[in-house]
């Protein structure tokens, strides 16, 4: 017995014949073939790829180890080989060598035309979670404006008489004491017109297209950000500079931009003030990425990341609602107009939050 990149090498590598299972290479899905005792025979390139390691560190080891609960596999290829059925369908997480986090997987177990040989082939749930998850928030945010738009226009027209009515009864009042009530009025009519005219702001302001470099949008924001919070906050900048410019609105994006990183100023008061605040701009370039049942070939990927406490459980499926607010006195408008500007650029902004991480990613479509 020896050790090979951690993995247990049980007995010397079958060496099954190469054109026999050479097709395998061609599918998208990931396929091994495995002995009656768990060992693999051969391991396809999407398999090497979602492991992140070679076919011939995977061939002759025990395929159960690379599961987070190898006795279940262990368990389908005894029955298979048994007869007891002909294929068994389970899901498990794959648990891959070089690249992190588990893999949330489908498995199939099926028997082959060869005695003691079987094909375990394995669909990945991941990007089916996925779709579904952009599908739900595309959804719900085209929810959310459809009742922004009308509660907005429902508060607006009362809202103005309502002040109005208040300043003609303070015309007819001489009482210093009733003009006070007056003055609440006005105020609180006042404060509610500012929030109805940035409930419709979005839909109000007509869409300028022109060039937008991704890095310039992150400078201003940095700039801005640096102003508010000069000490106990820094400001990293991963870029990378290969991003192409692209078609879109410039003030949308800064203010997308603004409002998710101002909220995770806002979440880091506690480590703004030790000194201990962090806050990350970093892009990417997506590949195949999919939005709304859309498929494109490249895509930006911006995160905003910051080292607070995290969104809230209670609030975790309900960020992007609007008037729905982690904080105290807060609007809980932001995050829902930046969710707006970006869906304006066909994107979406996902959110992956716990405790001293929070990650809000905005994607976009490249040409």
Known sequence: MRQNDGLTKLK?????????????????????????????????????????????????????QFFTQPHILQNALQGAQSNEFAVLRYDTWLQRQTKG???????????????????????????????????????????NNELIRNLAHEIKN????IRGAAQLLEMEIDSR??????????HEADRLQTLVD????????????????????CERVRSLILAEF??????????????????????????????????????????IAAGEAQLVFRTRIARQVT???QRYRLALELHVIDNGPGVPDSIKDRIFFPLVSGREGGSGLGLTLAQTFVQQ???????????????????????
């Not at 009362?158 to 008489?161: F, I, M, Q, R, T």
């Not at 004491?177 to 006005?186: F, N, R, W």
């Not at 869409?207 to 949008?217: A, C, L």
């Not at 979406?348 to 976009?364: A, N, Q, Y």
């Open 291 to 293: 939005f709304g049942k």
């Open 177 to 186: 004491e009733l003009k006070e009530y007056t003055q609440v009025i006005i």
């Open 12 to 64: 010397p590598k079958p060496t099954p014949s190469a054109n026999r299972f050479q097709s395998l290479d061609l599918l998208a899905t990931l396929v091994a073939v495995v002995a009656s005792d768990g060992l693999v025979l051969f391991a396809n390139s999407a398999l090497e790829d979602a492991l992140g390691i070679s076919r011939r560190t995977i061939e002759g080891t025990d395929f159960s």
């Open 345 to 367: 650029h066909h994107g979406l902004i996902e959110c992956d939050s716990v405790p001293g991480r929070t990650d809000f990613k905005m994607l976009i479509p490249l040409p």
């Open 101 to 143: 986090e588990p893999l949330l997987v489908h498995v199939v177990v099926a028997q082959t035309d060869q005695p003691a040989q079987f094909i375990v082939e394995l669909l990945p749930l991941e990007a089916q979670a996925r779709q579904d998850r952009e599908e739900r928030l595309i959804d719900q945010a085209q929810a």
């Open 230 to 271: 000069p000490r106990g906050l820094k400001v990293v900048r991963e870029y990378d500079i290969s991003i192409p410019e692209f078609r879109g609105d410039r003030e949308q994006l800064i203010q997308a931009v603004l409002n998710i990183a101002h909220n995770a100023c806002q979440a880091l008061a506690e480590q």
């Open 198 to 217: 940035r409930l419709l702001a979005p839909h109000r302001r007509p869409h300028v297209v022109g060039d937008v470099n991704i890095h310039e949008v």
């Open 158 to 161: 009362p809202l103005g008489g």
